[in-house]
């Protein structure tokens, strides 16, 4: 069964640091996202990515975040300077063109330090 | 203000026994209703949607939903859980066809005793 696919599944980065989370969504999907989930608290919307360009992206989602896809088959979260409120599970997820689920990577955790 | 709520924040329940997760909304429009299941250390899988049609779904592992209009409400249920189940269950949505980004409850955490 296809699946979408995270890597690293945890990561330590120290305040300041730039890091990257990546990302292989479900090949035939369409629509990319970025979720959050800091720890004890509601899964929250990031960021969804349609036809190579931000479609929604929520207040989280400031200057210091980027996304990316740099080929035909990853998709990428950067945060440019992490903070330690940074610190959560990043899920990445992709649905098909026309259907509104989406089907959730297993995460990748981020630890600021 | 727009939101999904959760109200029971962990629940317990017998190997065997039913099971019913409340999820409610306040959405003006009937949004798109989603139930997740996470469980530990593990990613989010979709069990059941609801868009339209009949109010009664049926989802992966032998859970349904119904969506009530009346109530704004969109429960769970399982008529005979398994310890397998135990696990953190999320109602989402999509309040509006022109989004796609989903807004999530706080999570109902389920344990199962033996």
Known sequence: EPEVTQTPSH?????????????????????FYWYRQILGQKVEFLVSFYNNEIS??????????SVERPDGSN?????????????AMYFCASSEKGQFEAFFGQGTRLTVV | AQSVTQPD????????ASLELRCNYS????????????????GLQLLLKYFSGDTLVQGIKGFEAEFKRSQSS????????HW?????????????????ALTFGSGTR?????
């Open chain 1, 11 to 31: 990561q330590v980065t120290q305040m300041g640091q730039e890091v990257i989370l990546r990302c292989v969504p479900i090949s035939n999907h369409l629509y």
């Open chain 1, 56 to 65: 929604e992206k929520s207040e989280i989602f400031d200057d210091q975040f």
């Open chain 1, 75 to 87: 998709f990428t979260l950067k945060i440019r300077s992490t903070k330690l409120e940074d610190s």
């Open chain 2, 9 to 16: 924040i962990h629940i317990t329940v017998s190997e065997g």
């Open chain 2, 27 to 42: 959405y003006g429009a009937t949004p798109y209703l989603f139930w997740y299941v996470q469980s530990p250390g593990q």
């Open chain 2, 74 to 81: 969109f429960n769970l249920r399982k008529p005979s859980v």
């Open chain 2, 84 to 100: 397998s189940d135990a696990a953190e269950y999320f109602c989402a949505v999509v309040p509006d066809t022109g989004r796609r």
């Open chain 2, 110 to 114: 389920l344990q199962v005793q033996p």
